[in-house]
């Protein structure tokens, strides 16, 4: 089955760009039927959903959020990225990577990597 | 705020059955987009407990249901078990152009 594992900095400063990886076992991210996704969680709140990549490289964003970030693909890791810059003490929360299945409209987000929690401080 | 709308919690004896609803407008449930509804345990991450208004992945008890009418949709649980403590969360679609999520339920067995 697939599996997920985000990785990156736990801390980054204020204005910088946050990178994270998704590694990804189980499937390729270059066959479709995924939508390579990016879930956040402030601490003790709710989900906000950052954006998706499918397979082609075709990307969707919450165009709250669509001025800072970039989802890519890198199909010889096997991986998918999220970068959001501008960094601000409220971009701190855990971030989620997810699979999206894409037969379904919106797709429901199955399974959730473990989740890394990102502060932005200096 | 989102755009979803859940009781910010709700609570049950055990053995009883409980309802956490999701209620949205006309961009968003009542437009059509299905619904799913995801279980976060304490200290965990997120997982999918029902898809497409009311389909069960294999593995989520029978005790777990959806429904949806017009603008909003309902998870249902049965038999309420200590063990289902957690917060719920609602998924769906604006037309807004986003994948957008309730704000979610704290479930609390008393």
């Known amino acids: 089955q697939v599996q997920l594992q985000e990785s990156g900095p736990g801390l980054v400063k204020p204005s910088q760009t946050l990178s994270l990886s998704c590694t990804v076992s189980?499937?390729?991210?270059?066959?479709?039927?995924?939508?390579w996704s990016w879930i956040r969680q402030h601490p003790g709140k709710g989900l906000e959903w950052i954006g998706y990549?499918?397979?082609?490289?075709?990307?969707y964003y919450n165009p709250s959020l669509k001025s800072r970030v970039t989802i890519s693909l890198d199909t010889s890791k096997n991986q998918f990225s999220l970068k959001l810059s501008s960094l601000t003490a409220a971009d701190t929360a855990i971030y989620y990577c997810?699979?999206?299945?894409?037969?379904?409209?919106?797709?429901?987000?199955?399974?959730w990597g473990l989740g890394t929690l990102v502060t932005a401080s200096s | 705020q989102s755009v979803l709308t859940q009781p910010p919690s709700v609570s049950g004896a055990p053995g009883q059955r409980v309802t956490i609803s999701c209620t949205g407008n006309s961009s968003n449930i009542g437009a059509g987009f299905d619904v799913h509804w995801y279980q976060q345990l304490p200290g965990a991450a997120p997982k999918l407990l029902i898809y497409g208004n009311n389909n069960r992945p294999s593995g989520v008890p029978d005790r777990f249901s959806g429904s949806t009418s017009g603008t909003s949709a309902s998870l249902a649980i049965a038999g309420l078990q200590a063990e289902d403590e957690g917060d719920y969360y609602c998924?769906?679609?604006?037309?807004?152009?986003?994948?957008?999520f309730g704000g979610g339920t704290k479930l609390t067995a008393l």
């Open positions: 997810a699979t999206g299945d894409s037969k379904w409209f919106p797709p429901y987000f199955d399974p």
């Open positions: 998924q769906s679609y604006d037309s807004s152009l986003s994948v957008v």
């Open positions: 990549i499918y397979y082609s490289g075709s990307t």
């Open positions: 189980g499937a390729s991210i270059s066959s479709g039927g995924y939508y």
